[in-house]
């Protein structure tokens, strides 16, 4: 090293003697650049790694020499992947107040508001780059991605049309346009079975129950109309239900019931009313009620869960209450799913405590009833294939407690069909 650096020094005194003065010159802009470019690129291997505020330190030390856009747009992203979106957005404003045009400034920028759900923005950055450049890829697929996110997607459809014309090998582009041709389908026609078994020695024939529902996609969110038919204690009777998702902003909806039946095991009428936020960090929380009305009695539930996205998981804690003259009933349940290609392909599990008002195939005639001690599993599996039907698949085992029969072990099983249309 000690010899390195001496003929170096000989060379550049050799230089200065000889009046090389402009060779010297340009060997010590060239050195600069290449130290210059090392440390940015130390910087960019701790971001890749994880070390974002170290990687912030040395883009610090960078800027305080020189004001370098790829510096900045890096110690902006490093900000945007630790959710210090406001803090991203003053780097990103710091490169393209210089250059407008700044692309990776653009796609952070564009980026940030995306995630930050504030679309119209993150759309209006990256116009900015299609207008220069009307067939960028990478923009034109970010752009079809945010007008989905803004429930426009029928123009998300159209930008993914264009973009695979002149693309056509992009698999991105072509998965995305399958997702939104589904979500176009805007009407959908369920039948389910479900089937109750108990344990021999119960004494109880098994229970049957079939729904046949249809449902809608309306300018204020989804509306389904269900029937239900059951038979239990050679018993059969209907049931007729209309459940609504009313869309209220970007964060809020809710969730509406109302039922009617005539025979025992359902309730008279039935209400459900819950109202559903969407917070930072992909968590979501809601609180409603059910009422139940029975022809010899009536009970009133407060319901609520709390939930969050972890990659390709959703889980999910809901709790049921239920005050009474007897006593307050309390019951719980976990749900866990892994989604695949789309929410129309996932495998899940639910762990319940308890007996809840949501559970149609659950004896409840009364409030006494949700006293009960029940515990279950259900495994869940939803496929989609041809683009159209999607089927249903769910065991569930239920270790349950019957009024005069003691514990019972059932076990159940629903199978359901959807068509899209």
Known sequence: M?????RALNYISTCIRTGSSLILLVLLMITGLSAKAQTYREAKDLASKGQHEAARDLCRKI?????????????????AWDGKYDSTRIWTSKVLNQYPDHWDALDAASDVEYWDGKYQAALNFCDVVLTGNAADEHFMLKKSKILHAMGQSDLAAVQLETLLKTYPQNAEARNDLEVI???LRKNWIRLDYYLDY??????I???HM???????KTAIGPVIARVNWAQRYGIQGLQ???DAYPTINKNNYGYLNFGYSDVSFFPTYRYGAEWYHKFPKNFEASLGMRALYFKTDQYYTITGSVGKYIGNYWLSLRAYVTPDSTGTYV???FQARRYFSDAQNYIGLKLNYGVSPDERNRYSQSATYLGLQSQSIRLEYNHLFNKVWSTYLAPTYTHQEFPYKGYVNTYSLEVGIIRYF
């Open 63 to 79: 800027l305080a020499k020189e004001f370098d856009t790829d510096v900045a747009t890096l110690m902006a992203r490093t900000y």
């Open 210 to 216: 079939t729904s046949l529902s249809y449902g809608r």
């Open 331 to 333: 019951s719980g349940q």
């Open 2 to 6: 000690a010899n390195r650096e001496n």
């Open 181 to 183: 041709r589904m979500d």
């Open 198 to 203: 108990f344990e021999n020695s119960s004494g």
């Open 205 to 207: 024939d098994p229970w």
């Open 240 to 242: 007729y239900e209309l």
